[in-house]
C-alpha cells in the first residue's frame, strides 16, 4: 500500500505561498497527514524565517525548522512575469492554494482567487492575514504580539495589579494556523458536494477574537470590560496557580462536589463547612479572603505531596513544569509527542511530532524541513516540464535550483521517530 493509500490527506497537493508562521505551520499539519505540500519561496533568500532569531541549528534557524517539516521547497522569482506563469501552471493540477499576503497583493501579483479560479474551477484557495480583508486596519502590517495586543488578550494577561502581558506562546499565530487547517478541510469537504472550489479568508485577529469564549460572555452579557485575573480564574474559585513549598502548581475545584475533597485534601476539612465559602458564587465573592487562607496552607507542603493528596482524591491539580521537565516527563514519553528528526545537513533535532492519534492513517514524519529550492527541479518534473525548460528557467533566473541528498525511496519513507 502507499503512503498516499495510508495516509488521511493522500492525494491533495497544496501549493503553499504562505511565508513566517500562521500559513506555515497549517501547512505543517496538511503535511503530517499526508498532504503533497509544495512551498513556493521567493528568489533569493526563501521563508523569512530561515533567517529569523538567534537559535540555530547548525545553519538552520529553529523557526523554521519547527513548522516547516514534510514539505518540498521550490525557489522562484515572483517578480517575472514567468514566475507567476510557473505558480500558474502548478496551481492547474493543485487542490488548495495558501497565501498569507496582506489583502490586495496576491491580486496585484496575478495570484488572487478571480485569476486561479479560471485556471482551476476546483481549486480551494486559502487566505490568512492579520486583520481582514476589510475594514480601516485591513492593509496595515500585524504579527502575532500585535495583534494579541488589539485582540483584546493582553488587557486580561498578567497580573492584577500589573500591565497587560503577552502570551508566552504565539497564540495568534497557532489560532489561526488551527484554524486555517479546518478552513482547508471544510473546503476541501464543500468541495466534493459540489465539485467546485471557493476562496476561504480568516484573520489572526478574528481567530482569537473567536478564541476570547470564557471572558467575552461576561463582556456581552453586562457590558462590562473584563479584568486580568493573574494566576487565577475569572468565574471560578479555587481555580488557579499555588506557591508550593518548592514551585508552582495548578489546582481547581471546577464543580461544588468536589470542594469537600479539596478541603480533605488539604488537611483543613472544616473549610468546607464554612458558610463564607461553601458555594462557587460566595467563594468568587470573597476569593481574596479565601486566597489568604489558602496560600498559608499550600506553602507548607512541596508539589509532589499536594500531588499526591489531590489526585487521591480526583481534584484538578497538576505541577508548573519548565520545558525541561515536561518534554522529558513519562507522559509525555508514553504518547511519542516528541520526535526525532534526522535532517540531511545538520543530523538528527528534536520536534513535536503530530499530536492527532489517527487508528488507521496516522500522521508521520516524511521529510526534514527542506533546504531553500531542494526540491525546485523535482517539482517541476513531476508537473511535466522537461529537464531543457528547467535549465533555462534556471539560466534566465526564474528559479533557484538546490542539489539534493541521498534518493527519493529514503525520503519517502517515515523518518521522525519517537524520542
Known amino acids: 500500500m502507499s503512503i498516499e493509500q495510508k495516509s488521511a490527506l493522500g492525494g491533495i497537493t497544496v501549493v503553499d505561498l504562505t511565508r513566517h508562521m500562521a500559513g506555515p505551520y497549517a501547512s505543517l499539519v496538511l503535511g503530517d497527514f499526508g498532504a503533497n505540500v509544495i512551498k513556493v519561496e521567493s528568489v533569493p533568500r526563501g521563508d523569512p524565517t530561515r533567517h529569523l532569531g538567534v537559535h540555530y541549528i547548525g545553519d538552520q534557524a529553529t523557526m523554521f525548522l519547527t513548522w516547516n517539516r514534510n514539505k518540498r521547497s521550490i525557489c522562484v522569482d515572483m517578480r517575472k512575469p514567468e514566475g507567476i506563469a510557473l505558480i500558474k501552471r502548478l496551481v492547474k493540477d493543485a487542490d488548495v492554494f495558501m497565501e498569507n499576503y496582506r489583502p490586495g497583493v496576491a491580486d496585484d501579483m496575478g495570484l488572487g482567487w478571480a485569476e486561479l479560479q479560471s485556471i482551476n474551477p476546483r481549486l480551494v484557495y486559502c487566505s490568512t492575514n492579520a486583520w481582514g480583508s476589510v475594514g480601516p ?53 464543500a468541495r466534493n458536494a459540489t465539485r467546485l472550489g471557493q476562496h476561504i479568508e480568516l484573520s ?19 457590558g462590562e470590560n473584563p479584568v486580568r485575573w493573574g494566576r487565577s480564574h475569572s468565574q471560578v474559585v479555587p481555580n488557579q496557580t499555588f506557591k508550593t513549598k518548592d514551585g508552582y502548581a495548578s489546582m481547581a475545584v471546577l464543580l461544588n462536589e468536589n470542594w469537600a475533597p479539596f478541603c480533605e485534601a488539604l488537611g483543613h476539612p472544616e473549610l468546607a463547612n464554612d458558610e463564607r465559602f461553601d458555594t462557587n458564587p460566595k467563594r468568587v465573592e470573597r476569593r481574596d479572603e479565601l486566597d489568604a487562607i489558602l496560600n498559608r496552607i499550600i506553602e507548607t507542603r512541596s508539589t509532589a505531596e499536594w500531588g499526591e493528596r489531590m489526585h487521591a482524591r480526583q481534584i484538578l491539580f497538576a505541577p508548573v513544569h519548565s520545558f525541561s521537565e515536561i518534554l522529558n516527563h513519562p507522559q509525555t514519553e508514553a504518547n511519542g509527542f516528541v520526535i526525532d528528526v534526522e535532517h540531511p545537513t545538520v543530523g538528527p533535532f528534536k520536534q513535536i511530532g503530530p499530536v492527532i492519534k ?10 526534514a524541513p527542506p533546504r531553500l529550492g531542494e526540491h525546485t527541479s523535482e517539482v517541476l518534473n513531476e508537473f511535466g516540464w522537461s529537464v531543457e525548460e528547467i535549465q533555462e528557467l534556471e539560466q534566465c533566473g526564474v528559479i533557484l535550483k538546490e542539489a539534493r541528498r541521498g534518493d527519493s525511496q529514503q525520503r519517502s519513507s517515515t523518518i521522525g521517530t519517537p524520542k
Do not use: H, K, N
Not at 146 to 170: F, H, L, Y
Open 137 to 189: 486596519w485591513r492593509d496595515y502590517p500585524g504579527t502575532d504580539p500585535v495583534v494579541q495586543a488589539a485582540s483584546g488578550v493582553m488587557s486580561v494577561t498578567g497580573e492584577r495589579d500589573g500591565g497587560p502581558v503577552m502570551v508566552g506562546i504565539p497564540i495568534a499565530d497557532y489560532c489561526a494556523a488551527m484554524l486555517t487547517v479546518q478552513a482547508v478541510l471544510l473546503g476541501i469537504c
Open 204 to 222: 489572526m485577529l478574528g481567530s482569537l477574537l473567536f478564541g476570547l469564549t470564557t471572558r467575552v460572555g461576561p463582556y456581552f452579557a453586562t
Open 358 to 367: 489517527m487508528s488507521d492513517t496516522p500522521g508521520s514524519i516524511r521529510m
